[in-house]
């Protein structure tokens, strides 16, 4: 493979996204950690639009960076009440925890490895179009309408079931 | 008219007892149970008599199908032969006679009913143990009257040492009843019959058998044999009969001396046909045996019940000594002189103490005290107090004050000693000891002159002891004058049976054994050896076996033998005049005679101690006064074995058995569910708490245990998958 | 129909004790007894006009179609076996109900209807000729029995309910895993499956007797017939599977007992014969004709029974306790009868298993009757009872004679037919067994002793006589006690065709 | 940047999303290893919706591989809804028991 | 087979609508009538389920000769199986609404709330009955999670219905999580998210060797993870012991029942359909596996059981066992199997919810969950407790009640395939199973209360309690229902 701005590019992503979450799931502070985490979603996004889905990217970044994020750090501060004390994380779960994502891991990597049929696909270089259109279509009119019904129908669940839940007081 | 009169004579003391049973149930009693008994039996009597025409000389059974299985059919039914008609005699008259003497004897009894209840079923059982034709029906008449033996020496079960000793009686004769058992097991294995007459019947089939088939028919038959072992108190197996003696005196009579314990001579006698020499020589032995040790036994007694008892174990063994060499008939006509004279005894024995103990307080509770802790012991040591209504010790000199008695006990005592010709006794010792004598010199084997001498040294005990006890009760001063002005002699209804009884002493009255051509000699074939010497008291053709011409198992050496002894055998059949009776009878009268003459001059002229004696040969006495130590044995070893073993076993089972399904199941409930409630809390949390152990410590903190923790949950997911895949590859 | 209606009658008994009002005790009880009584009435007739020169089933209903997609079949009808047991168990019925007349206490009118749906089960199981039916009756008395012992029983009773409950269950289970495979296979003949499935105990007969069929490999057999004989070895019960019985019978009600021990244990055997000899004569054999110690390993079984059980009755102190374990002896002579395989072996098994109804039954009514004055069961607390309870003790005495197998009585016939049978294919075994016998004795009146006779314990001094109605459960007991051991006839001949045709079977093997 | 580049990182992401889920002493900690994880099955079936799906239409000369994108947009959506009730019970959570340390929240157990 | 369009589809999917339709009727009327405390809510919802059996009846008639119709271009399937399912799980959805009605626990004012999410988790369970691709199952699964999470929490006041909603939350979403990983990788495997054509192409891709099998078995077993944690069986089934005790009661009921029957159902066409296919297993034998998994997941139910004192937890567990016995049909790919767990998920649903029911009735009365609680019902409620007996009787699997014939259904169904160890297995665990079913009966039987008041109930408790009860006794002796069981097939 060539080593060209692109791939310079791809490769930055693709390290961006991998070291901050590692920072995610590494740094102490949880807010720190918030941020990492909206560092990871963008570098998300970017790997989505070398994979020519410029819809599907923009929406990682409208819902993911700009609500779960959000959400996610309105409960940080909701909950920050004994923030301040350090968390002990024991170091035998950490290990054991380390131990079998690492496995994991390693069978991913090997079932990648090993997978003739996903070997060999190098991106035809064809030039970024526009998805945005097609994909509409296919959620409102053809074959993704039900999904999307059903989503619409699961998000009012949602938002009545955390509305719910998270109120103050509903004792009479 | 066979049919009918058996019937009367099963089925009359049947209904007696069975409206006894009836009435029970609705809490009543019949009003004259004992005239109701009575009458029943004396009608069995009088039936009897009336079966001694009915005798043909080839008798067959007269059966009924009782049990068909397909191909195999189990019959019961009669078979009347003039044994069966003298044994149905012997019965009756001897309980008729015990039923008249309770009438007196048991007089006030709180259960006197149920005395005369348990008489009829016993006489039931009795009688058709002896008509049956096949063993099934002899083991059941054999087993009722073992359980009316029991119930009767149970009678007064208040007494410790009766409810004791009833069940001794049982048990003791139940271990010899497994072994007829099996003995029949082995015939029906064999033969797949119990009949023992008619054309498939037991004695028809073993004629079939090869001479060289027969060693299991030795076993067989002695095993059978040990069903009489039980039953008639035979070494080893003797010792209930003493004990039994708790029962109520005629009980003692009728059951203990005249019928029941005879029962066991009477089954060998009919399973004659199948005993081969091994089996024959076998009971021999143990007839003999029994004879002498009992004997000795005998002479140290001081109970008056318990010489009786062990005098008739003594006389057992001696019939069985008698079949055992082969004198068939002289063993079957002691049973029938002995049964008489031997009731007469107890009959006898039962007015004196009737007399001492006046008013019946059987169940004082004076020995009663001292077998509070019992229950504990399976089988009870046996009687070492004795009642002091029986104890000679406390009589003396009470022949004028029972004149009676103490006559018809002298004739007993006479007949029983073997005092010549004008006793019945002595036709019938002399018969055995004749019989024995003949076979050994038949045979030329140094076992039956072993037996002959045994058989000859009991018969002079017996004429000791006996006379010991005549002296001791009759003659003399009173020793306990208190009891002694208390005795009186008894009601008519007591003395009356013994007036028959001893009529029935003398030879005359026992005609039909006298008659050669009423009794039938028992079926030979050629498993039998020369042995089979039949020998008929006053018959000169008694001897006449065929069997004879076959000695032992191989035909050749009997072949060899058969000419040799023919000449000796042909006379030995007949008591008087072949040189073994005359041998016999001769020696026979002079041991009697020094028996009697010992017994004066210990125990009337008082010119020897007993005590004295007893000192010289402290072991004997020992010996004999221990009875030989049988009761601690079986106490010590055998009976604590049992009970040992079975607690053992409960233990095992309780801690064992349920110890392992209790273990699988705690196991189950609190091993695994711990262990799956470990898996669930502590395993996963643990594990990551060990590896943490050295946090732990260093915080100080006690040992937390994150149970519900769901990042432990999440770590059993994720390590489930890899797990899955894992275990997957290893496959 | 007339069958079905004897089956049902209870259920709709039980239907209409649970309709009445729960105070109205004594009205409950007598609707109890009537409808106990009329299976009574009913098995009667059955047993009387039942033909017993014919071998085969009689009085059948069905097969009416009940559950298609496994063919399962509602069909019931009698052998000679079968109505034996049935009259048995319609016998033990009324007088079960007789016996609990004043001493249940609490929730009368659900123990009656229990025991209504007890008898149901009980009486389904022996006419069912469906082996699915006769599973589902057989476990149907679990339930009932499950709760009358833990609800009604003594102080251990929940222990031993769920103990009696678990080990059955235990069976049942390896029962229905062999039930699962004969269904399977019972329609594959060389290999090859064709045609329906079926549930049918005579056709698998036929069919575990045809040559080539699936049924009929002695392989399969044998784990089927190790399947059904564990199953039916809880029941029976069977050494080492048998720890439920004494706590169960020690704790239960005296009626229930009566029932465990004349009926439930029969189930077993009944079981063992009707599945394990008749359908399985293959797996049989292997365990009877086979060679070394798995081809004595039936006859060990019941050897151990019996010398066993009557070990640890020896041992026990406790009246009932002693009674429970006396059972567990006296069905080794029905497994032993069962080992030998012939004629007389059999006929002496079933025979004793019906005997063993009636007498295990007089007995622990007898036990219930001294409990129910005393208030204890302690061999060694009572002593001399005999002259305050002589109908009693006349009545104890009769039972505990035909118990130990005194001749005359029902008990004897029995075991000495397996006895005799067994003699013939297993002697040592055989001989050793004998040694039960004596032991039987042995316990039998020891306790005898202990309880009635010697000094009368003073603080008895008060005992009152067995009363008219506890008489009356005993007397018919009794009587079948007698009038078997005068004339077993009267029960052999109806199974004996039965037994004849099986053990044709059995030797043509 | 073939295909495999693409499930590499999502490997690698999805591996932290678990590592974070396992260890982090926080719920919302573990709320942000779920999102990890969901974003790695995102980038996943883009990747895939990239190489491997056959066209899903061919309009001109452009051709469309829309499944696993469509997918993709979905599992944004249930992810915002998770996140959504995740954070309403946290705080429910944090009402109730004062923490949000989930090893803190062990009532239930055994 | 062609798959009707959108606008075609809708006749077809009119149950799913009525639910989703009158989940919003139930908000809006509840907005309307302001008493929060009216149980009119509860009623519509009830007529709403009506609607939707009688829909469902219709749309039952358009299936003509077994042939499954695909909608929504093959997005979703209607076919006996769906039919089977949602008439099952409107059953549990109505029987929970009724208990819902008489729990005291849920005596609160937002049950127009409660009621609509009722409707809502049932919409999303229809769709995992009948959902064909990959996409709509994993939507499927996580509205009837975010749903299930919202109402095990529900009870904003209780620590323990908080903790339940956490520890479920945090778990279903790894779990989902990893399942749509797994999902991904299938898809990126198949290239499709049709059910239907990845068993194919998998098939193929296998044949050629163009995808390893550790791969597929790494897809199958991430995917594993989802569905068995909806199904709970180990090692996946943790959560629910905690979040069965936390949930209010008749969620738990729900949960117990309706998640695990439409959790099944989802299984069964996953595997069945996607895998079922014998080239598939040559290469990869997760039936096997799955055995196994169902082995341990009856066991470990069985066994960690015992020990508990909480009803609602100990049924906890013993609904893990029993879905370790459904599995064991699950995993036997014949129709014998799937005729079995028709049959044990209709004899569970009345067994089980009836449990449940009884569970909720002392809770009210007895104000305990604890076994203590039930010393001596048997005098204080004789027929609450004959009810209740009857029903872990039944669960044990006791002739002649219905849990008999399920188990024995299932047993056969095994042992037609010769997995003799599993049946053994299983049979054994229903008799450990026994020991601790009869824990409650003993209290409830042989033991006696301090408190020997009578507890009274309604009529309608009865008349509920019996509608439960009765077919419980009665469901194994007719032929009807194995008839059906058997009818139902899965393409």
Known sequence: ?172 | MIVPLISIILLAPLAAFAIFALLGLAKRNFPRQDYLSTVAMLAALGCSLLLIQEVVSDPKPITVEWLSLGSVTFSMGFYLDSVTVIMLIVVTLVSSLVHIFSIGYMHGDPRYSRFFAFLSLFSFSMLFLVVSDNLLGIYIGWELVGLCSYLLIGFWFEKDSAANACKKAFLTTRVGDIGMFIGMMMLFAEFGTLSLYGDSGIFEEVTTLESGQIAWLSVAGILIFCGAVGKSAQVPLHTWLPDAMEGPTPVSALIHAATMVAAGVYLVARMFPILTPTSSLVIAYVGGITALVAATIAIVRFDIKRVLAYSTVSQLGYMMLAIGAGSYVAGLFHLTTHAFFKALLFLGSGSVIHAFHAMHAHHDDEHAESDEHDDHSLVHEHGSEIPPDQDMRNMGGLRKKMPLTFITMLIATLSISGVPFVFSGFWSKDAILGGVLGQAMASNSPHYYILFGMALIAAGITAFYMFRLIFMTFFGEPRNQEMHDMAHESPWVMTVPLIVLAALSFPAVNILWFNENYIEPPPQHHIHSPQRVYVSPDSKTADANSGISLFGISEAEAAEDESGHDAEHASDGHHGHGPAHTIAMVLSICVAGLGILLSWLFYHKRRFSAEAVATTFRPAYNLFWNKYYFDEFYDGVLVALTVWKSRLFAGFDLSVVDGIVNGVGTVTRDVLAAFIGFFDNRVVDGLVNRVAAVTWSAGGRIRRIQTGAIQTYLFVVIGGIVLIILIFRLF | MLLSLMIFVPLLGMIVVLLLPRESDELIKRVTLGFTLIPLIIAAYLFINYERSIFGIQYPHGPVDWITAFNIKYYIGIDGLSVTLILLTALLGPICVLASWRNIEKGLKAYMALFLLLETGMLGFFASLDLFLFFVFFELTLLPMYFLIGVWGGPRREYAAIKFFLYTLFGSVLMLVAMIAVYLNSNVINGVAEGVRTFDILTLISLAATPGHALADPGFQMWVFLGFFIGFAVKVPIFPFHTWLPDAHVEAPTAISVILAGVLLKMGTYGIVRVNMAMFPEGLAIFTNGVGIVGNSLALLGFINIVYGSLCALAQTDFKKLVAYSSIGHMGFVILGLAAGNSEGINGAILQMFNHGVISAMLFLLVGVLYDRAHHREINGFGGIATKMPVYTGITTLAFMASLGLPGLSGFVGEALSLLGAFQEFELITILSTIGIVVGAAYFLWTLQRVFLGQLNPKYEDLPEINKREILTLVPLGILTIVLGIWPNFALDMFSESVTNLVNVLEAI | MSLQHYLVISSILFSLGIFAVLTRKNAISILMGIELILNSCNLNFVAFSRFVTPAESIVGSEVFRFDGQIIAIFGIVLAAAEAAVFLAIILAIYREFGSIRPDEVDTLKG | ?491
């Open chain 1, 1 to 172: 493979m060539e080593f060209t701005l692109k791939t310079f590019i791809f490769y930055g992503f693709a390290l961006i996204t991998i070291a901050s979450a590692l920072a995610v799931v590494t740094v102490r502070n949880i807010v720190h950690a918030a941020f990492a985490l909206m560092v990871t979603l963008f570098g998300v996004a970017g790997l989505y639009v070398f994979l020519q889905a410029d819809f599907l990217a923009a929406t990682q970044v409208i819902v993911y960076v700009g609500g779960i994020l959000v959400l996610i750090l309105f409960g940080v501060m909701m909950t920050s009440g004994r923030l301040e004390m350090r968390i002990h994380i024991e170091r035998g779960q950490l290990l054991l925890g380390g131990g079998i994502s690492l496995a994991l891991l390693m069978l991913l990597l090997t079932v990648i490895a090993n997978t003739p049929i996903w070997k060999n696909l190098t991106d035809d270089g064809s030039p970024l179009t526009p998805t945005t259109k097609r994909i509409g279509e296919l959620i409102l009119n053809e074959k993704f309408l039900l999904p999307f019904e059903v989503v619409s129908v699961l998000l009012l669940v949602a938002l009545i079931g955390a509305a719910l839940i998270s109120r103050k007081e509903v004792r009479d």
């Open chain 5, 1 to 491: 087979m062609e798959s009707l369009k959108n606008i075609e589809s809708l006749a077809y999917f009119s149950p799913e609508i009525l639910l989703v339709v009158f989940a919003a009727v139930v908000i809006i009327t509840d907005l309307i009538i302001k008493n929060r405390e009216s149980e009119i809510v509860a009623y519509i919802s009830l007529v709403g389920l009506g609607c939707s059996l009688v829909a469902i009846l219709i749309t039952n008639s358009f299936i003509s000769n077994n042939e499954p119709i695909s909608l929504f271009f093959g997005m979703i399937r209607l076919d006996g199986f769906a039919v089977f399912f949602k008439i099952l799980l409107l059953l549990a959805t109505a029987a929970t609404i009724l208990f819902s009605l008489r729990s005291e626990e849920l005596d609160i004012k937002l049950k127009g709330e409660y009621y609509a999410l009722l409707l809502a988790v049932t919409f999303g369970m229809f769709l995992m009955a009948s959902s064909t691709n990959l996409l709509m199952i994993f939507i499927a699964l996580e509205t009837v999670s975010l749903t299930s999470y919202i109402l095990a929490g529900f009870l904003t006041h209780s620590p323990r219905s908080s903790e339940a909603a956490f520890k479920y939350i945090t778990y279903g979403a790894v779990a989902s999580g990893t399942m749509l990983f797994g999902l991904s990788m299938l898809f990126g495997m198949a290239g499709t998210g049709d059910l239907m054509q990845i068993s194919a192409q998998i098939a193929a891709v296998l044949a050629s060797g163009g995808v390893s099998t550790l791969s597929v078995l790494i897809a199958i077993t991430f995917i594993l993870a989802g569905i068995g944690y909806k199904i709970a069986s180990v090692p996946f089934h943790m959560w629910s012991p905690d979040v069965y005790e936390g949930a209010p009661i008749p969620i738990t009921a729900f949960l117990s029942v309706a998640s695990k029957a439409a959790g099944f159902a989802l299984f069964l066409r996953f595997f069945h359909v996607g895998f079922g296919k014998p080239e598939i297993l040559q290469s990869i034998d997760w039936v096997f596996i799955l055995a196994i998994v169902s082995a341990l997941t009856m066991t470990v139910g069985n066994l960690a059981a015992l020990p508990q004192r909480n009803v609602k937890r100990l049924l906890a567990y013993s609904s893990i066992a029993h879905g370790g016995y459904l599995l064991m049909g699950a995993v036997l790919l014949t129709p014998e199997g799937l005729g079995a767990i028709f049959f044990y998920l209709i004899v569970y649903l009345f067994m089980n919810l009836g449990a449940f029911y009884v569970v909720v009735l002392i809770a009210n009365e007895a104000g305990t969950e604890m076994i203590d609680g039930y010393r001596g019902l048997a005098s204080r409620a004789p027929l609450v407790a004959g009810a209740m007996a009857i029903f872990l009787f039944s669960l044990t699997g006791i002739p002649p009640l219905a849990g008999f014939f399920g188990k024995w259904f299932l047993f056969y169904a095994v042992i037609g395939e010769g997995l003799y160890w599993l049946a053994l297995i299983g049979l054994l665990n229903s008799v450990v199973s026994l020991y601790y079913y009869a824990r409650i009966v003993k209290a409830m039987y042989f033991e006696t209360a301090e408190d020997t008041n009578g507890l009274s109930f309604s009529k309608g408790t009865f008349a509920l309690l019996s509608v439960f009860a009765v077919p419980t006794i009665f469901i194994g002796l007719l032929n009807f229902f194995y008839t059906i069981s058997d009818k139902i097939t899965l393409q």
